[in-house]
Nanobody, 116 residues
Framework: QVRLVESGGGLVQAGGSLRLSCAAS????????MGWYRQTPGKQRELVAS????????IYADSVKGRFTISKDNAKNTVYLQMNSLKPEDAAVYYC?????????WGQGTQVTVSS
């Protein structure tokens, strides 16, 4: 059974930083991609950033470019999202997703709250 466990969410003041982690319970491979999505009540889940495990450029939502950085540690089967210069509009539940041929998997989400 595949499990993705997110951590690192919390409450931060505007302008502050948080680092999210997503650890997969299985090995991740070069053909996989992992990403971070976020969702607020009443809105669709949106892509924040994604990265190919085998390499290549990361993809970012325009709203986070220059502030967020996605990275990976293949040996730990873990993906990170470094979030700097946080804004109140970044507040959401952040979800990790593993894209793999044959299926996609989601984590349970971690809450990020940004106070103004």
């Amino acid at each position: 059974q595949v499990r993705l466990v997110e951590s690192g969410g919390g409450l931060v003041q505007a302008g502050g930083s948080l680092r999210l982690s997503c650890a997969a319970s299985i090995s991740i491979f070069s053909g996989d991609a992992m990403g971070w999505y976020r969702q607020t009540p009443g809105k669709q889940r949106e892509l924040v950033a994604s990265i190919g495990i085998g390499g290549g450029s990361a993809i970012y939502a325009d709203s986070v470019k220059g502030r967020f950085t996605i990275s990976k540690d293949n040996a730990k089967n873990t993906v990170y999202l470094q979030m700097n210069s946080l804004k109140p509009e970044d507040a959401a539940v952040y979800y990790c997703k593993l894209n793999r041929r044959g299926g996609d998997y989601w984590g349970q989400g971690t809450q990020v709250t940004v106070s103004s």
